[in-house]
């Protein structure tokens, strides 16, 4: 007896598929592609959302919608899987896919909350975007975070829109990007005054941005040079000793490629790919070289704490080769540099080393170019909004180390350098982003490009550093703006659940 397949559950597959392909399109608008009108394919499972008859649906729904958005955005990170295993081609999609679903579980989380509180297919509508909101605020710092890929990303389009972020800061443009996606949904819904009026929001955005610039002055005065190397090391022979010397030569002659050479020489995150303490005359040696006298040079490097432990570092020595100061990477990548509850699986270390990196415990800034001082973010500690440096201690400038070679010729190096221009808007100070195989470059305290190295070149780029501004609204006041955003459009949806005047006069 053949038994025929359900039409209501093939019917439910097909939908939550196009829900799938929805938000994998939408992601589109993300960096580096900006294709911006693929974010309103999000009022698609909106739509679904809004007006589906169970909470379980609805959570499917916006959960599919999720895992479309992260499968296709991040896929890119299943390529590190290929640098020193590559025999397991294989595990590629698997692993993609697992992580856009733990990264979906947070819409999937937002939707229950969001429908659960609504009523009228409008009130949920605007929910949604609440708690998504809180959702993706909330990706930032549960299980250690990972805010990869928010929707205000796209606010980097261009210099002008994303002077917002001074004022709001990636999460609030999260908010008021998520509100441009579901615009088309408003509209649909009756609300067609409201969806007119946010879609009017990214140009006033970009309006205010473009007075903004305008009304800066421009930097006087002889600012501070630094030479930004990049020596694109294949992540594969990174760690080979016996080519150790070979990358070491590169380094350096990158490092005396052009005359003068700038007072501060910056290398990539674990350029020194060897231990200070176990080579100290290599260091001192190569920092000799590379560096002119009366210089410094900043490079990344393993090396061990008093207590033995194993550390991600960025270590500055003067050109007499002594070590004037260290910062240690305080916010490290869980399954990259250390694996989570590794006591309960043993067998993993036959396959990622049987040491973890620790997590430094401190932070300071280090002394830049005389009186002025820089803070060091190592690889993408650069991604936490408002958490990049001390409220009060604020630094002249930014210097974030990377090694991106993990990441290949994909879309992650560059969603990195847009989070890293995003944070120098925010905070109002210049950023130096000095990474192993690009993309290297700098921005000034308004986002505004200083020079940039391509993807894969192997090639240094000097650079004039400008100072930082007065603290904007966001390095002043942090997230309020964002919360301040959800209090509205919880009022907003609170009423319309009410069915008070104010959705006549307002919808």
Same mark, same amino acid.
């Given at each position: 007896?053949?038994?025929?397949?359900?039409?209501?559950?093939?019917?439910?597959?097909?939908?939550?598929?196009?829900?799938?392909?929805?938000?994998?399109?939408?992601?589109?608008?993300?960096?580096?592609?900006?294709?911006?009108?693929? !974010?309103?394919?999000?009022?698609?499972?909106?739509?679904?959302?809004?007006?589906?008859?169970?909470? %379980?649906? #609805? @959570?499917?729904?916006?959960? #599919?919608?999720?895992?479309?958005?992260?499968?296709?955005?991040?896929?890119?990170?299943?390529?590190?899987?290929?640098?020193?295993?590559?025999?397991?081609?294989?595990?590629?999609?698997?692993?993609?896919? #697992? =992580?856009?679903?733990? =990264?979906?579980?947070?819409?999937?989380?937002?939707?229950?909350?969001?429908?659960?509180?609504?009523?009228?297919?409008?009130?949920?509508?605007?929910?949604?975007?609440?708690?998504?909101?809180?959702?993706?605020?909330?990706?930032?710092?549960?299980?250690?975070?990972?805010?990869?890929?928010?929707?205000?990303?796209?606010?980097?389009?261009?210099? &002008? #829109?994303?002077? +917002?972020?001074? $004022?709001?800061?990636?999460?609030? !443009?999260?908010?008021?990007?998520?509100?441009?996606?579901?615009?088309?949904?408003?509209?649909?819904?009756?609300?067609?005054?409201?969806?007119?009026?946010?879609?009017?929001?990214?140009?006033?955005?970009?309006?205010?941005?473009?007075?903004?610039?305008?009304?800066?002055?421009?930097?006087?005065? &002889?600012?501070?040079?630094?030479?930004?190397?990049?020596?694109?090391?294949?992540?594969?022979?990174?760690?080979?000793?016996?080519?150790?010397?070979?990358?070491?030569?590169?380094?350096?002659?990158?490092?005396?490629?052009?005359?003068?050479?700038?007072?501060? @020489?910056?290398?990539?995150?674990?350029?020194?790919?060897?231990?200070?303490?176990?080579?100290?005359?290599? =260091?001192?040696?190569? +920092?000799?070289? *590379?560096?002119?006298?009366?210089?410094?040079?900043?490079?990344?490097?393993?090396?061990?704490?008093?207590?033995?432990?194993?550390?991600?570092?960025?270590?500055?020595?003067?050109?007499?080769?002594? $070590?004037?100061?260290?910062?240690?990477?305080?916010?490290?990548?869980?399954?990259?540099? %250390?694996?989570?509850?590794?006591?309960?699986?043993?067998?993993?270390?036959?396959?990622?080393?049987?040491?973890?990196?620790?997590?430094?415990?401190?932070?300071?800034?280090?002394?830049?170019?005389?009186?002025?001082?820089?803070?060091?973010?190592?690889?993408? &500690?650069?991604?936490?909004?408002?958490?990049?440096?001390?409220?009060?201690?604020?630094?002249?400038?930014?210097?974030?180390?990377?090694?991106?070679?993990?990441?290949?010729?994909?879309?992650?190096?560059?969603?990195?350098? %847009?989070?890293?221009?995003? /944070?120098?808007?925010?905070?109002?100070?210049?950023?130096?982003?000095?990474?192993?195989?690009?993309?290297?470059?700098?921005?000034?305290?308004?986002?505004?490009?200083?020079?940039? =190295?391509?993807?894969?070149?192997? &090639?240094?780029?000097?650079?004039?550093?400008?100072?930082? !501004?007065?603290?904007?609204?966001? *390095?002043?006041?942090?997230?309020?703006?964002?919360?301040?955003?959800?209090?509205?459009?919880?009022?907003?949806?609170?009423?319309?659940?009410?069915?008070?005047?104010? /959705?006549?006069?307002?919808?």
């Amino acid at each position: 007896m053949i038994r025929r397949q359900n039409p209501d559950r093939r019917h439910a597959v097909i939908e939550l598929g196009l829900h799938m392909v929805a938000g994998a399109v939408a992601s589109f608008s993300l960096p580096p592609y900006f294709i911006l009108p693929a !974010l309103l394919s999000l009022s698609l499972p909106t739509l679904g959302y809004s007006q589906a008859t169970s909470r %379980y649906k #609805a @959570v499917m729904i916006i959960g #599919a919608a999720g895992f479309g958005w992260f499968f296709a955005s991040t896929f890119w990170v299943s390529h590190s899987l290929m640098i020193e295993s590559p025999d397991l081609w294989m595990l590629r999609v698997p692993l993609a896919a #697992a =992580l856009a679903i733990v =990264l979906a579980a947070f819409w999937g989380c937002a939707a229950f909350c969001a429908w659960s509180v609504g009523r009228h297919k409008l009130a949920r509508a605007l929910w949604l975007v609440t708690f998504l909101g809180i959702g993706e605020w909330a990706r930032g710092f549960v299980a250690t975070g990972f805010p990869w890929n928010l929707p205000g990303s796209v606010f980097s389009v261009t210099v &002008e #829109a994303v002077q +917002a972020a001074s $004022v709001l800061g990636v999460y609030g !443009l999260t908010v008021v990007a998520l509100l441009v996606a579901m615009a088309p949904a408003f509209w649909y819904l009756g609300g067609r005054w409201f969806a007119i009026l946010i879609m009017l929001l990214p140009f006033g955005f970009s309006g205010g941005g473009t007075m903004r610039l305008a009304t800066m002055p421009e930097a006087g005065g &002889e600012m501070p040079r630094v030479r930004l190397v990049q020596p694109s090391v294949p992540q594969a022979e990174k760690w080979n000793k016996q080519k150790q010397p070979q990358h070491l030569a590169t380094l350096i002659g990158l490092s005396q490629k052009a005359r003068p050479v700038p007072d501060l @020489v910056i290398w990539p995150e674990t350029a020194f790919a060897a231990f200070p303490s176990r080579q100290p005359k290599l =260091l001192a040696g190569v +920092a000799q070289q *590379a560096t002119a006298p009366g210089g410094a040079l900043l490079t990344g490097m393993p090396r061990f704490s008093d207590e033995r432990t194993l550390l991600n570092s960025a270590v500055l020595v003067g050109h007499d080769g002594f $070590v004037l100061d260290s910062y240690d990477k305080r916010h490290l990548v869980p399954f990259g540099e %250390y694996i989570p509850f590794r006591r309960f699986f043993p067998f993993i270390s036959a396959f990622v080393g049987p040491v973890d990196f620790s997590a430094g415990t401190t932070n300071h800034l280090m002394p830049f170019a005389g009186h002025r001082h820089m803070q060091v973010l190592i690889c993408y &500690e650069v991604i936490f909004s408002g958490s990049v440096i001390e409220r009060d201690d604020r630094p002249d400038v930014m210097v974030n180390l990377t090694n991106d070679a993990w990441f290949g010729d994909t879309a992650g190096p560059w969603q990195h350098l %847009y989070m890293a221009q995003m /944070r120098a808007v925010e905070e109002g100070i210049p950023m130096i982003r000095v990474a192993n195989t690009g993309i290297s470059g700098a921005f000034d305290a308004m986002g505004r490009p200083l020079g940039s =190295l391509q993807l894969g070149a192997v &090639e240094m780029l000097d650079i004039e550093v400008p100072p930082p !501004l007065s603290p904007p609204v966001f *390095a002043r006041f942090g997230h309020l703006g964002f919360f301040l955003l959800l209090g509205l459009l919880a009022l907003l949806a609170l009423r319309l659940d009410l069915g008070s005047r104010f /959705r006549q006069k307002i919808w």
